[in-house]
């Protein structure tokens, strides 16, 4: 009797749970914390603390999981609202700090645009579900601001970083939705024309990071110093690597932000192309399940929050293998359930909970 207890409190958990999602992202946490530990110099304390992180945002996560995809949708509204309320907020009475205002004290630290990379696709994924019978150009013009509202406060804070990350959430949104090409093609067109213009919008600090783009040998021990010493790691590893703990240019104290935004460059130079691979391959698995879940979804809206969430984990990282490899801008994105911090591993695993929740209760549905 005691044995069929358990077996019914373990389904009971389990329900909600996509088991080869779930396994994909331990796979990626384990080695995270693996490579972790040797760029953080063996700091057991900060391993430790990385390890209480995974663990806040797996119960987060499973919590999000059981909530049905109707309900997540009556939350788009008020998180929308609430998100962008508080970064009007953070530009009026936000802790300035390093030069960026980007914090708010409500009693607690927060920061609000945090939030927004899952409030955006959420109340994306809402409207132009509520307008799927007569979706026109209209509807995408006025998703289209709803967007641009949170992107242009962020962008002001400064924190092109996360910026792009919620112009790519609210982006593919849109696109599953089906903006046309030729809309795309136009605002292609319009973004290289507005180009100028742009650059003169531009802080002093992101200029200087395009520049140092093209060539870094321009600022060797300024602007250019980052992507020099984390170009010189990658190149070091060979197919490889140097092995675990033997990473020169992290643990002789060349690679700055190695726990952070560098770390990929870290685990280059240790476990080399072949620890690539697998890393990749692990991405890929996480990205190819996401689509899936997506395609499988039973409503617009399910499709929608489920494709922008994957493939703004894609972004995630994309975005910082290529700046760490030297093919894009510095822009302080971390590497998806890899690099140390709290606040990006709760908001990508509170969004795999939004998918879990998709899928669980579409096969519940079902029988």
Do not use: C
Not at 94 to 101: E, F
Not at 213 to 234: E, K, M, R, T, V
Not at 261 to 280: C, H, P, Q, R, T
């Amino acid at each position: 009797m005691i044995k069929t207890h358990l077996r019914q409190i373990r389904l009971h958990l389990g329900t909600h749970i996509d088991s080869l999602l779930l396994n994909f992202i331990l796979a990626l946490m384990m080695l995270g914390l693996v490579i972790l530990y040797s760029a953080s110099g063996q700091d057991l304390g900060k391993t430790t603390s990385q390890m209480v992180n995974m663990a806040v945002a797996l119960i987060l996560m499973w919590i999000v999981a059981k909530i049905p995809p109707p309900h997540l949708a009556r939350f788009a509204l008020p998180a929308y609202v609430l998100g962008l309320l508080l970064l009007i907020g953070v530009a009026l009475f936000g802790d300035v700090s390093h030069g960026a205002r980007r914090w708010l004290n409500i009693g607690i630290r927060i920061q609000p645009s945090e939030m927004m990379k899952l409030a955006v696709p959420l109340m994306l994924a809402w409207y132009l579900d509520r307008r799927e019978k007569t979706l026109n150009l209209k509807d995408f013009g006025v998703a289209a601001l709803m967007l641009l509202a949170p992107v242009g406060l962020i962008i002001k804070q400064p924190d092109l970083g996360t910026a792009l990350l919620i112009s790519a959430a609210g982006f593919y949104v849109l696109f599953l939705a089906g903006l046309s090409w030729r809309i795309i093609l136009g605002m292609l067109i319009v973004a290289a024309a507005s180009a100028p213009i742009l650059w003169s919008l531009l802080h002093d600090y992101q200029r200087q990071r395009i520049l140092t783009l093209i060539d870094p040998s321009q600022d060797p021990l300024g602007s250019g110093y980052h992507i020099i010493q984390s170009n010189i790691a990658l190149g070091s590893g060979g197919v490889f690597g140097k092995g675990w703990f033997n990473g020169t240019q992290a643990h002789l104290d060349f690679l700055p932000e190695r726990t952070t935004d560098f770390i990929f460059a870290v685990y280059a130079e240790e476990f080399g192309m072949a620890g690539n691979l697998i890393l990749v391959a692990l991405y890929v698995l996480v990205i190819g399940r996401g689509l899936v879940i997506a395609a499988k979804a039973p409503t617009l809206f399910s499709r929608l929050l489920a494709g922008g969430i994957t493939l703004t984990f894609f972004t995630y990282a994309f975005v910082n293998m290529g700046m760490v490899s030297g093919i894009l801008p510095v822009v302080g994105v971390p590497l998806p359930l890899i690099s140390y911090g709290g606040t990006s591993m709760v908001t990508l695993l509170v969004g795999f909970g939004m998918l879990m929740s998709i899928q669980t209760h579409r096969k519940l549905v079902q029988s």
